[in-house]
């Protein structure tokens, strides 16, 4: 399944924003993606493929792997939220499956 | 049953409905698919209900904990936490909440798009915390519904345009730009964070040296994991107190280890089943906000939950949450000493309050400004809710509280306000 989870602390407020962000961006790519945002301690449950999340809770999200996770720097940016997706190698298996 | 009167006996008496009309309305404005219209607006109902179930969860264990604490110190110990307390707030005011909420909302937009002042306040949490603070306030202070929800929305409006435009003094100089604000109930926190390290600034005239992008301790990401350890600790702490065999009495028989870990475990729970549900509730709220104020208010700046400003100093972030803390260690001891009420820090306000402060004061005064206005503004924090809590004594005798300064400071101010008029 294409799904984008987004992670904060509670959850509430910056994965929220940062998932508003990512569907804004997914409609002006004409991408079909699914994106929920959670807390990190609910984030295994997902058991997601691709995570983004804000940098400063990089380390405390567990590696299995197989996930791909992006911290970033500035939750707001558009244009640095596509950079930063274009380096992940799911997000363009992804993008080349739509084509 | 004409309109007006199944709106009354209908809709608005009951929140759950309030809140899932509110979200209707969003989700038709932003003209999304039938199919997301009504998946939305269940999800927003379900998301109060399952808020509701949380409430009562963590409400068991904390009444708890509250008579271990007053059996072992015989104080009143009061734990600043908003989920809990507005989870609570709603049980009586559900529906004057969520009038409150909804009527701040359009007066927010409104203020935005006729003044300067172009905020937009993007922490639905926050706002369905002031929400429930001003519901509960306004109803013990004798005014009825009507005047409460059109009073409480006119404050709650004011207070977020009000909040990012007072942090922001010192939020630009952390973030260099107007292009984001702070949208947390703590800015009176922030000013004095700011201040107080403004008073620390050396003569150098050292730019503070950019810090590497580190990564916060994960130790203090997982905020279920962390409530569970400060309340185990709590309970372990009270117990070993308490006079001796008065835990296997409360507890049938049971060691006060094997007590705490059932009871903290229990705290945790519920706060995490409230968590769920107001992310639930606000996941469609929120957008559809978002999406109204990006359309009718140009040049809008948003203002969002505080830990944005953690990535800017993540070093200052987490040794501002530790110092916060242990300012509120000081304050609580002090309020022991002195009266029977004792407010007892809490570690998730201190982690999002104190770890902004922490950012901004590291940036206005350097190390030295970071260590004061961390202590200080911790023990401040702790403090000010126990002017709090007498004027909500209508919620019944809860043992939680709402944490961040602003939540204490407009009650103060809107408390005295209508006790003058009146």
């Given at each position: 399944?294409?799904?984008?989870i987004?992670?904060?602390?509670?959850?509430?407020g910056?994965s929220?924003?940062i998932?508003?962000?990512?569907?804004?961006?997914?409609?002006?790519l004409g991408l079909?993606?699914?994106?929920?945002?959670?807390?990190?301690t609910?984030l295994?449950?997902?058991n997601?493929?691709l995570?983004v999340c804000?940098?400063?809770?990089?380390d405390s999200?567990?590696?299995?792997?197989?996930?791909?996770?992006?911290?970033l720097?500035d939750i707001m940016?558009?244009?640095?939220?596509?950079h930063?997706?274009m380096?992940?190698?799911?997000?363009?298996k992804w993008?080349?499956?739509?084509? | 049953?004409?309109a007006?009167q199944?709106?009354?006996?209908g809709?608005?008496?009951?929140p759950?409905?309030?809140?899932?009309?509110?979200a209707?309305?969003?989700?038709?404005?932003?003209?999304?698919?039938?199919?997301?219209?009504?998946?939305?607006t269940?999800?927003?109902m379900?998301?109060?209900?399952?808020?509701?179930?949380?409430a009562?969860?963590a409400?068991?264990s904390?009444s708890?904990?509250s008579?271990?604490?007053?059996?072992s110190?015989?104080i009143i110990?009061?734990i600043?936490?908003?989920e809990?307390?507005t989870?609570?707030a709603q049980m009586?005011?559900?529906e004057?909440i969520?009038?409150?909420?909804l009527?701040?909302?359009?007066?927010?937009?409104?203020?935005?798009r006729l003044?300067p002042?172009?905020y937009?306040?993007l922490?639905?949490h926050?706002m369905?915390?002031?929400?429930a603070?001003l519901a509960?306030?306004?109803?013990s202070s004798?005014?009825?519904t009507?005047?409460t929800?059109?009073?409480g929305?006119?404050?709650?409006a004011?207070?977020?345009?009000?909040?990012p435009?007072i942090?922001?003094?010192y939020?630009?100089?952390v973030?260099?730009?107007?292009q984001?604000?702070?949208?947390?109930?703590?800015s009176?926190?922030?000013?004095l964070a700011?201040?107080?390290?403004?008073?620390?600034?050396?003569?150098?005239?050292t730019?503070?040296?950019?810090?590497k992008?580190?990564?916060?301790s994960?130790?203090?990401?997982?905020?279920?994991?962390?409530i569970?350890i400060f309340?185990?600790?709590?309970?372990?702490?009270?117990?070993?107190?308490?006079p001796?065999g008065?835990?296997?009495?409360m507890?049938a028989?049971?060691?006060?280890?094997?007590v705490?870990?059932?009871?903290?475990?229990w705290?945790?729970?519920g706060?995490?089943?409230?968590?769920?549900?107001?992310?639930?509730?606000?996941?469609?709220?929120v957008?559809a906000?978002k999406?109204i104020s990006?359309r009718v208010?140009?040049?809008?700046?948003?203002a969002?939950?505080?830990?944005v400003l953690?990535?800017y100093?993540p070093?200052?972030?987490?040794?501002g949450?530790?110092?916060?803390?242990?300012?509120?260690l000081v304050?609580?001891?002090?309020?022991?000493q002195l009266?029977?009420?004792?407010?007892i820090?809490?570690v998730?306000?201190?982690?999002?309050s104190g770890?902004?402060?922490?950012?901004?004061?590291y940036?206005?005064?350097?190390k030295r400004?970071l260590?004061m206005a961390?202590?200080?503004?911790g023990?401040v924090?702790?403090l000010m809710?126990v002017?709090?809590?007498?004027?909500?004594?209508n919620?019944?005798?809860?043992?939680?509280?709402f944490?961040d300064?602003d939540?204490?400071?407009?009650?103060?101010?809107?408390h005295?306000?209508?006790?003058?008029?009146?």
């Amino acid at each position: 399944m294409k799904q984008i989870i987004v992670a904060c602390n509670s959850g509430l407020g910056t994965s929220l924003m940062i998932r508003l962000n990512i569907e804004a961006l997914m409609r002006e790519l004409g991408l079909e993606i699914a994106v929920e945002h959670t807390d990190v301690t609910s984030l295994k449950a997902h058991n997601a493929k691709l995570i983004v999340c804000s940098s400063y809770i990089m380390d405390s999200i567990e590696d299995t792997g197989d996930t791909e996770i992006i911290g970033l720097d500035d939750i707001m940016d558009r244009q640095y939220l596509k950079h930063e997706l274009m380096r992940s190698k799911l997000f363009l298996k992804w993008i080349s499956e739509t084509e | 049953m004409d309109a007006s009167q199944w709106f009354h006996s209908g809709l608005l008496s009951e929140p759950a409905l309030m809140l899932g009309f509110i979200a209707l309305i969003g989700l038709l404005l932003q003209k999304h698919s039938a199919q997301k219209i009504l998946s939305g607006t269940i999800k927003t109902m379900l998301g109060y209900k399952i808020m509701q179930i949380g409430a009562n969860e963590a409400g068991s264990s904390l009444s708890n904990m509250s008579a271990v604490i007053q059996n072992s110190f015989q104080i009143i110990g009061i734990i600043p936490h908003n989920e809990t307390i507005t989870a609570m707030a709603q049980m009586n005011y559900g529906e004057e909440i969520a009038v409150i909420m909804l009527v701040g909302m359009i007066l927010h937009l409104i203020i935005a798009r006729l003044t300067p002042a172009k905020y937009i306040f993007l922490a639905g949490h926050h706002m369905l915390f002031m929400s429930a603070l001003l519901a509960s306030l306004l109803l013990s202070s004798a005014l009825n519904t009507w005047q409460t929800m059109l009073v409480g929305g006119i404050v709650l409006a004011l207070s977020m345009t009000a909040a990012p435009m007072i942090s922001q003094l010192y939020v630009r100089k952390v973030i260099g730009g107007n292009q984001l604000a702070i949208a947390q109930f703590n800015s009176v926190g922030y000013l004095l964070a700011g201040f107080v390290s403004s008073l620390f600034k050396s003569n150098k005239q050292t730019e503070p040296k950019e810090l590497k992008r580190t990564k916060l301790s994960s130790l203090f990401q997982d905020h279920m994991v962390v409530i569970f350890i400060f309340t185990f600790l709590l309970f372990a702490i009270a117990s070993v107190f308490s006079p001796s065999g008065s835990i296997e009495s409360m507890f049938a028989g049971h060691h006060f280890i094997v007590v705490s870990i059932i009871q903290a475990t229990w705290f945790a729970g519920g706060c995490y089943i409230v968590l769920a549900g107001v992310r639930m509730m606000l996941s469609e709220i929120v957008p559809a906000f978002k999406g109204i104020s990006d359309r009718v208010v140009p040049g809008a700046i948003p203002a969002l939950d505080s830990p944005v400003l953690f990535s800017y100093a993540p070093i200052a972030a987490v040794t501002g949450f530790l110092l916060s803390f242990a300012g509120g260690l000081v304050a609580m001891i002090l309020m022991m000493q002195l009266q029977y009420t004792v407010i007892i820090p809490g570690v998730i306000p201190n982690f999002f309050s104190g770890g902004a402060a922490g950012v901004i004061a590291y940036h206005i005064g350097g190390k030295r400004g970071l260590v004061m206005a961390s202590l200080l503004h911790g023990f401040v924090l702790s403090l000010m809710p126990v002017f709090l809590v007498s004027l909500l004594s209508n919620l019944g005798y809860l043992r939680v509280t709402f944490a961040d300064l602003d939540y204490s400071v407009i009650g103060i101010i809107i408390h005295t306000i209508v006790r003058w008029l009146m």
